[in-house]
């Protein structure tokens, strides 16, 4: 079974305060993804990642940056948090097999800025 | 760009068949997925397609468009346990590929 984990469930941090969401997955998948959930405008990407070290931006990456030092850890980083950062964080992973790639997704980090 | 549009809400009684629908336009196309997200978990994979025709899988089934750029979600003999949030994920061809672009998700609540 595949496994993706994050650091916490739960999170309230206060506005400019520096903000580490972490992630594993533990099936040696080469993609990882951060996205982030809202109500009424679903899952919206913020950064990939296709390999170590490497990253691309998703459709909302102002704000955030991201870490991939490991192929099983992918960092979320909220620079200076704000209360529009205030969401659920989902983190996901996956393979390519002959064309066909599925996302697997963590548990989701609800983070609360004050 | 891309452009997702299915139902906000929809209600069945369970042991009925239900029918969510999606439509959708990407940049290019490489596949669509369907996820199952019940409230405050995250989404589940259950489905793929990438050519035309249904796809079938236990009570779920999804067929797929592409000259249409349509694709549905049947559910049947609904179970209460159903009663979630039905997201439409189609794949374009940017970001490698890799990309899923996600709707906002269909809201199916299953009654007695």
């Known amino acids: 079974d595949v496994k993706v984990t994050q650091s916490s469930r739960y999170l309230v941090k206060r506005t400019g305060e520096k903000v580490f969401l972490e992630c594993v997955q533990d099936?040696?998948?080469?993609?990882m993804f951060w996205y982030r959930q809202d109500p009424g405008l679903g899952l919206r990407l913020i950064y990939f990642?296709?390999?170590?070290?490497?990253?691309e931006k998703g459709d909302i990456p102002e704000g955030y940056s991201v870490s991939r030092e490991k192929k099983e850890r992918f960092s979320l980083i909220l620079e200076s948090a704000s209360t529009n950062q205030t969401s659920m964080y989902l983190c996901?992973?996956?393979?390519?097999?002959?064309?066909?790639?599925?996302?697997?997704f963590g548990p989701g980090t609800r983070l609360l800025v004050l | 760009g891309q452009n997702i549009d299915q139902p906000t809400e929809m209600t069945a009684t369970e042991g009925a068949i239900v029918q969510i629908n999606c439509t959708y336009q990407?940049?290019?196309?490489?596949?669509l997925f369907w996820y199952q997200q019940h409230a405050g978990e995250a989404p589940t994979f259950l489905s793929y397609?990438?050519?035309?025709g249904l796809e079938e899988k236990g009570r779920f089934s999804s067929f797929l468009s592409r000259s249409k750029g349509y694709s549905y979600l049947l559910l049947k003999e609904l179970q209460m346990k159903d009663s979630a949030s039905y997201l439409c994920?189609?794949?374009?061809?940017?970001?490698?590929?890799?990309?899923?672009?996600f709707g906002t998700g269909t809201q199916l609540k299953v009654e007695l």
């Open positions: 996901a992973s996956s393979l390519s097999v002959r064309g066909r790639e599925t996302q697997y």
């Open positions: 099936m040696d998948h080469e993609n």
């Open positions: 990642s296709y390999d170590v070290k490497m990253k």
């Open positions: 990407t940049s290019g196309f490489n596949g």
């Open positions: 397609n990438v050519l035309d």
């Open positions: 994920a189609p794949r374009g061809l940017t970001g490698g590929g890799n990309k899923l672009t």
